[in-house]
């Protein structure tokens, strides 16, 4: 009985042992092309291994000893039991429908049946559709969560699926085929029936025009709806690429909406051309290359502003090297292969004609790398920015941080309504408006203060829609009140505007003139023109330069006049200098012809203010008038009018005087305006240049290696950040500090340990 006893004991472990090396077997043949960190390439609903793991899923004791059953799970799934099936398996081609499982599928673009190996001869065909393989019944509620489990895995197929898994992925076919929160692993099982559709009849003419268009247009659709995941993103962008290099004629005019992919085939085909024609290498291929090397990868700014980074490279480029740079043939020839996505096909080798291979080059590489770096550096203000919470490439704030080349009215919606606004208050108002009107186009909270920074937002924003500004702090010598006026003009002063002269000059008497037409709170249409015609008759001055002064103009005349810190200036003038301005002042105080006691009066307080002598109002009024054969009468009523008194010519021509005596008298006295800006709290940076938030985060996220999305999720949220702007600003940090960074935002996260220790110092 012992012996008998002992020899079924060594036959089960025999059994045992034979299974698992069976197992391992057919795992070792299918990890061919496993890459070496599997969840860094494609996500599964839950956590999967390489490595084989064996758990019971049903065990059975009856009292005859009949041997225990057991299903040994590896990480492809579960191993494949033989199907009932003995249908050859064939393609359903789109138009036709099918009911599987009590599930009606609308249309087709799969594979179905019961028999069917694998191209590369390896077990089934993972994309095939068995409905004789046991399914879980159709979920009652179909918003309820997509059913996953292990057994979908790295590599799934549909055999090796369980049986919810497959309920799950029939429930997904009946569908739109368009949820982006199904598990991947459903998604891949999709695309390998078309990878094996293509493939295997790429000699043949078994598929149509029609139908590899079709195909085509499938996988492209499936690539935006799940770009998000870079494995199938990468994955469907080289076979698109693959398509088309297939059928060159038929897919020649959509080569360009193909996303972009890492050592496109075409691009080293079209490369290897271009150098062999002995052509010069553009600006398209030059980026082309770039996105295309193993000696260079692009960083954040480049890749989230993908668009921007690719207009301004191109710019920078042109900038450079002009229409572009000359490569000579290298003696390696171009080799080129497919990897599939499929464990079901092996990788496919292009036979392509004798052809160098230039992409290996690292020369010319050397000469673009700088040209990208510096795009890049460009772009990481605006990177940032869009980085953060509830930011968009629309927003006023975003905008100006653009380079200047990339921001106008005809690609941006925000400066074109902003430029519309302008003009119809240019045309409408004279261009005058309020601050606080114009902030309002920003987006942004109104300021407690107009700073430097608010100014050149401001500032940024009507020059991006060509738009000038009075008062301009850079030409004016004033500054924006966050409670007062400005003035908008057309066109905007120009890059290149640097006012002459005759325009400081000008500006300056502008600024006394406006002091002098307001004092009685009103401005008479004609002490206006007095003062435009100091602009007007100006030869010295040039178109752009009088349009800003006319601008500046209306603003003065809008704006209370400020005398702060003018007494004691005008006490250091000379005599005749003294002389001077108050000629100048009573000469636009009786601009419109009439000086009622009311004038006068008003006249009399701002000698006061200016530190002059009040009772001397009447006899310089009445030395200017005489001195221009004029006479004047001194009226009590407001009704009460005087001779027309002309400007003396010598007022007009002030201005043009060769002397500096006017210039230095009107500078000393009108010096820009100190004036305290309002302090604006702000969150002050940590001594190692992190935020206490973000330097908390960082903290935590050193206690281990990997991290799951949803757990740096939960961190987050309870310091009221967002993951990706979290984990931005945190590698911006690491940047600056040992220019790499730190966190590897792929999936899951990632902490790179050697750069933690290069932080540390």
């Known amino acids: 009985m012992e012996y008998f006893l002992g020899a079924i004991a060594i036959y089960i472990g025999y059994l045992w042992i034979s299974g698992t090396s069976k197992s391992n077997t057919v795992n070792k043949s299918k990890t061919r092309n496993a890459p070496s960190q599997t969840s860094r390439h494609r996500t599964s609903s839950s956590a999967s291994s390489s490595v084989n793991t064996s758990s019971f899923s049903s065990f059975d004791c009856s009292d005859d000893?009949?041997?225990?059953?057991?299903?040994?799970?590896?990480?492809?799934?579960?191993?494949?039991?033989?199907?009932?099936?003995k249908q050859k398996g064939r393609w359903i081609g789109e138009s036709e429908q099918l009911t599987i499982n009590g599930r009606k599928l609308k249309r087709g673009l799969f594979y179905f049946g019961g028999v069917m190996n694998s191209l590369d001869g390896y077990g089934i065909e993972p994309s095939l559709v068995d409905e004789k393989r046991p399914v879980s019944k159709p979920p009652l509620n179909e918003n309820a969560e997509t059913h996953s489990d292990e057994s979908l895995g790295y590599w799934p197929s549909y055999a090796s699926l369980s049986q919810g898994c497959r309920g799950a992925y029939?429930?997904?076919?009946?569908?739109?085929?368009?949820?982006p929160n199904i598990p991947i692993g459903y998604v891949f099982i999709y695309f390998y029936g078309f990878e094996r559709r293509i493939i295997e009849n790429k000699a043949t003419s078994d598929v149509s025009d029609p139908e590899f268009i079709a195909i085509f247009d499938e996988v492209l659709r499936l690539n935006k709806v799940f770009s998000a995941n870079r494995s199938f993103n990468r994955y469907s962008s080289d076979f698109l690429?693959?398509?088309?290099?297939?059928?060159p004629s038929l897919l020649e005019y959509r080569m360009d909406e193909i996303p972009d992919t890492h050592n496109a085939l075409s691009f080293k085909i079209k490369l290897a051309n271009t150098v062999v024609n002995d052509q010069i290498v553009g600006v398209k291929l030059a980026l082309a290359w770039l996105k295309n090397t193993f000696e260079y990868s692009l960083k954040m700014p480049a890749r989230r502003c993908e668009e921007e980074f690719r207009k301004l490279f191109e710019i920078r480029f042109s900038q450079k090297f002009g229409e572009g740079i000359s490569v000579k043939p290298n003696k390696t020839k171009l080799r080129l292969s497919y990897n599939a996505a499929s464990n079901g096909i092996h990788g496919i080798d292009l036979a392509v004609e004798e052809l160098p291979d230039p992409s290996i080059l690292k020369g010319p590489i050397k000469k673009l790398i700088p040209i990208a770096e510096a795009c890049t550096e460009e772009l990481a203000s605006y990177s940032r920015y869009l980085g953060k919470a509830d930011t968009s490439k629309n927003d006023i704030a975003a905008l100006m941080l653009l380079p200047k080349e990339l921001v106008n009215e005809s690609n941006s919606p925000v400066i074109g309504e902003f430029k519309k606004w302008a003009e119809q208050v240019i045309e409408n108002q004279d261009g005058l408006t309020t601050v606080k009107e114009f902030?309002?186009?920003?987006?942004?909270?109104f300021p407690k203060g107009i700073n430097k920074k608010e100014h050149e937002l401001l500032t940024n924003l009507a020059t991006k829609a060509n738009i000038g500004i009075a008062p301009d702090q850079r030409f004016h010598q004033a500054k924006v009140k966050a409670d007062g006026n400005i003035v908008l003009f057309t066109p905007a002063h120009g890059e290149f505007f640097e006012p002459s002269q005759a325009f400081n000059q000008v500006s300056l008497a502008m600024r006394l003139g406006a002091m002098v037409a307001t004092i009685d709170g009103y401005?008479?249409?004609?002490?206006k023109l007095v003062l435009q015609k100091l602009v007007d008759q100006d030869e010295n001055?040039?178109?752009?330069e009088k349009n800003s002064l006319k601008a500046y103009l209306i603003w003065r005349l809008n704006s209370p006049a400020n005398t702060a810190g003018l007494k004691a200036r005008i006490e250091k003038l000379k005599t005749n200098e003294i002389e001077f301005l108050k000629k100048f002042m009573i000469s636009i105080a009786l601009a419109d012809g009439k000086v009622d006691s009311t004038e006068i009066k008003q006249i009399e307080k701002l000698y006061t203010s200016l530190g002059l002598d009040r009772s001397l109002v009447t006899s310089d009024i009445h030395h200017l008038t005489s001195s221009s054969s004029r006479t004047?009468?001194?009226?009590?009523?407001s009704d009460t009018s005087a001779n027309t008194f002309k400007l003396d010519e010598g007022i007009l021509a002030m201005h043009e005087s060769e002397t500096s005596d006017a210039k230095t008298m009107l500078e000393n006295i009108f010096a820009v305006d100190d004036e305290p800006e309002i302090d604006v709290i702000s969150e002050q940076a940590e001594s190692d240049g992190l935020d206490?938030?973000?330097?908390?985060?960082?903290?935590?996220?050193?206690?281990?290696e990997t991290w799951s999305r949803n757990e740096v999720n939960e961190f987050c949220g309870k310091l009221s950040l967002m993951v990706d702007g979290a984990i931005e600003t945190i590698n911006d940090w690491a940047y600056e500090k040992v220019d790499a960074p730190v966190l590897d935002d792929d999936g899951d996260i990632y902490v790179d340990l050697e750069i933690v220790e290069e932080l540390k110092g």
Not at 541 to 544: E, R
Not at 632 to 637: A, G, P
Request: glycine share 4%; hydrophobic share 35%; no cysteine.
């Open 523 to 527: 401005v008479d249409q004609e002490e």
């Open 65 to 85: 000893d009949e041997f225990a059953t057991f299903t040994i799970e590896t990480g492809f799934g579960y191993e494949l039991e033989e199907s009932s099936n």
């Open 541 to 544: 001055m040039s178109q752009s």
């Open 632 to 637: 004047i009468t001194r009226s009590e009523s």
């Open 241 to 247: 690429e693959l398509m088309a290099l297939f059928r």
């Open 439 to 445: 902030w309002s186009h920003t987006g942004m909270p």
């Open 692 to 704: 206490h938030a973000h330097k908390e985060l960082f903290d935590t996220l050193l206690s281990k």
């Open 170 to 179: 029939l429930d997904w076919l009946a569908s739109e085929r368009s949820n």
